[in-house]
């Protein structure tokens, strides 16, 4: 089994007197963790949100009915904790009245559950966030000269468990994901009234990975209106689909101010909506793979180090680009992402004259270990 990154995160805060909230999409694993951490232990409850009984059961939730049901138990697990009505109210009413128990819930859309849970929770709870299996977990579970060789073979099926225990059936797997089951969450929702658009959409924003986004032009494609465009690509963002970068912009009267581009959290999700499984040598559109794959391997390295940045791309009217800006602790980091190690790359005079303490560095297949390690 591979030993998640997030594991020791987590144990450091049992125990701690407030609740721990661990949140991803749908498959990542969120479940195998928590009995990983307590295989060893029988004193804990496990409910599922998704359950119909168990949804009825928070509905009329009271402490002394939920002293009754914990017993002498020490550790309550709720799994797709958002499924369950009024959560908020019902795991407040867990932390406060009943300190001894530890709670950890789990949730695969943060729009519904952390809507539901900061008000309730604030002050109540640490917050953890797992994704596919990543880079680094890879490395160190078979080595980093193995991994590397795998590189593009995860440009195209991507880090989802199921995909990597699974060789050869990955296909089948990303195809059954991709259909529906990864936004199982946001397709319940009374507000999608037209789910084949909210398809559609994933659709266009996978050709454009790496691209300026237009909602406008995504409007046009899917048949909606921009705003409905800008909700649907929240919802995606909730449900950890897609993640959003804004453009960066301080001193430069050229430079983009409202621009974004959009990345997918796990490049065989995003081949599998364009139904585009060709390797690697067969593909115009190696650069933006690379580019995704790097995007989201970095936000899983920066959770996971709790290294908390800022993050943006970069780019002037004259289409003068850097491909991702980083600050922390008020030290600007630039990174430009090129699949060909010995492409030629220079950081834009314009930038390093407005930006002249920032650190420049080209992250390619053969240095990537310095980047995501």
Partial sequence: MIKRLLTENIESKLGTGKAIILLGPRQVGKTTILKSLFKNLENEIWLNGDELDVQDLFAKMSSDRLKAIIGNKKIIIIDEAQRIPEIGLRLKLITDQ?????LIATGSSSFELANKLNEPLTGRKWEFHLYPLSFK???NHHGLLTETRLIPHRLIFGYYPDVVNHI????????QLSDSYLYKDILLLDQ?????ALIK????????????????????LCGLD??????YIQLLEQAYIIFRLGSFSRNLR??????????????????????NFNQIENRNDIGALWENFLMA???????????????????TKEQQEIDLLEESNGILSAFEFKWNPTAKTKIPNSFVQAYPDTQFKIIHKDNIETFLL
Avoid: C
């Avoid at 009943?98 to 530890?102: A, D, G, R």
């Avoid at 990975?209 to 032009?217: K, L, R, W």
């Avoid at 970095?298 to 959770?303: D, L, M, Q, V, Y």
């Fill in 168 to 175: 050869g059936d990955e296909k089948a797997i990303l195809k």
């Fill in 254 to 275: 050229n430079e983009l101010k409202k621009s974004r581009k959009i990345y997918f959290y796990d490049n065989g999700i995003r081949n599998a909506l364009i139904a």
């Fill in 192 to 196: 999608i009234k037209k789910p084949e």
């Fill in 98 to 102: 009943i300190q001894e128990v530890q």
């Fill in 297 to 315: 391997e970095r936000i899983k390295h920066n959770a996971y180090q709790q290294e908390w940045v800022n993050h943006w791309y970069w780019r």
């Fill in 226 to 231: 921009a705003k409905t465009i800008e909700k």
């Fill in 201 to 220: 959409l994933l659709q266009g924003i996978a050709y454009q990975v790496g691209s300026q986004i237009s909602y406008n032009e995504l409007a046009q």
């Fill in 137 to 139: 977990e890879m490395v």
